[in-house]
């Protein structure tokens, strides 16, 4: 056998005195613990590391240069650029009473780039009855946000928490069952084919298994592999919760996770199937150290993150702030590609908070979320500056599309642009615009 040295990091600990025990299934291997370093941090440095990555994966450098109809510069012109939407992936959750309700409709398309429909393309939501499927609702509320240019996230195909299963699910067995979660993945993955960014598979199949239990053990992996061989160009998400908000839940750890990635990884399909990793994110009082960690170790796959259905439930005088921690820490990880909230409003109540009341003036939730994104350069932020002697103007953005308008008194001349700032624009050539 070939000897093999085999690194493990990113050990996180809980809070006070910990014993950390690493074991072993193969009594031939030998654990080592070397160079063991506990430093304290502030919460200064733990900003300062949040703004370093932020500016390398988050933010990109952008030169313009005004020059004239001969090609000259031109010094002290006004740049000014807006940026018209956000290139980070951030959304909120949503219901159908978003459906015909304009001031909710204003308030959401003004912040957010991509959403979840809370139930509405959930199995049943879709068949409430057997042989009977209703997709009204979720397709008018996919065509409104395609209208609006807002993403949308599939959830979900189907649920293993057996507490959410229909009576009539329930009541079959052998073919009869393996015959409508079939059906139920075949039509709504075809329907949706290619207008959704990603899929939520089989919800929370680390803390539930009825399919498992009523399909055998592979049920998980039979489910992803018939969504992905319908819709092979969607990324198919494994979603989870306690795998960041709660280290002592074992079902669900990272090192549970990844087991599990692993399971659907070996799917024989044609064709390489798109995982993502889910992590919904429902904290009561974030452990942020752990949860960098947690970040980390899935981060190792190279499978992008989301946080999928991030929200606090804490009292009054500590949610916002926890929530504004958790978001922060989950935009700063270079591996988490979007995040979700959840939820912005709901007449009946929200899940465990909402971002607007119902009038939509924002609760302190929803004050975090304007306050992030007008950081992040969403909700129109403008950057304005003049032009060097050269006639260039640099300045970092966030990725993102923008609009550029240029001015300059003494020529009587403007001129007006679009671009898009991607993490592909390092180093920046400059962007010349005529005056």
Request: proline letters at 4%; hydrophobic letters at 35%; a negative charge.
């Amino acid at each position: 056998m070939e000897d093999r040295n085999v690194e493990i990091g990113s050990i996180g600990i809980i809070s006070g005195c910990r014993e950390s025990d690493q074991k072993s299934e193969d009594t031939t291997v030998e654990i080592w613990v070397d160079s063991v370093s506990l430093q304290p941090f502030t919460q200064e440095e733990w900003n300062a590391h949040h703004e370093q990555t932020i500016h390398k994966t988050r933010k990109g450098a952008m030169r313009i240069r005004a020059v004239n109809s001969a090609g000259e510069p031109v010094p002290n012109a006004t740049i000014s650029i807006v940026q018209n939407r956000l290139g980070f992936s951030f959304g909120c959750e949503v219901e159908k009473n978003i459906l015909g309700n304009q001031a909710y409709q204003n308030w959401f398309t003004k912040r957010f780039t991509v959403t979840t429909f809370a139930n509405e393309m959930k199995w049943y939501s879709t068949e409430a009855v057997r042989g009977k499927e209703d997709y009204t609702t979720a397709d008018a509320m996919l065509r409104f946000f395609k209208q609006h240019g807002v993403a949308v996230r599939g959830h979900n195909i189907v649920w293993n928490d057996p507490k959410y299963q229909l009576s009539w699910v329930t009541s079959l067995s052998g073919n009869d069952l393996y015959n409508a979660v079939k059906r139920r993945v075949s039509s709504v993955v075809s329907r949706y084919k290619g207008q959704l960014v990603s899929w939520d598979v089989v919800n929370e199949n680390l803390h539930f298994s009825f399919f498992e239990s009523k399909m055998g053990a592979q049920a998980s992996y039979n489910i992803y592999a018939l969504a992905h061989s319908i819709d092979p160009r969607t990324t198919m998400f494994m979603n989870e919760y306690n795998t960041l908000e709660q280290p002592g839940d074992s079902a669900s750890s990272p090192a549970k996770y990844l087991g599990k990635l692993r399971e659907l990884q070996s799917i024989r399909v044609a064709g390489k199937i798109q995982l993502g990793i889910g992590l919904e994110s429902h904290f009561n009082t974030p452990n942020i150290p752990y949860m960098r960690s947690a970040l980390d170790t899935l981060a190792a796959t190279g499978l992008p993150i989301w946080l999928t259905e991030v929200d606090v439930q804490a009292p009054p005088n500590v949610q916002a702030n926890y929530f504004e921690q958790v978001l922060r820490e989950g935009h700063a990880h270079p591996q988490v590609k979007g995040m979700v909230t959840w939820s912005g409003y709901s007449p009946s109540g929200c899940y465990k908070m909402c971002l607007t009341d119902g009038n939509f003036r924002n609760l302190p939730a929803g004050d975090v979320v304007d306050k992030l994104l007008r950081e992040w350069g969403g909700l129109r932020v403008q950057t304005t500056g003049l032009t060097d002697s050269d006639g260039f103007f640099e300045a970092s953005l966030f990725h993102g599309d923008y609009d550029i308008n240029i001015a300059h008194p003494l020529i009587n001349s403007t001129a007006s642009h679009s671009f898009t700032l991607t993490s592909d624009d390092s180093p920046p050539s400059p962007f010349v615009v005529h005056v």
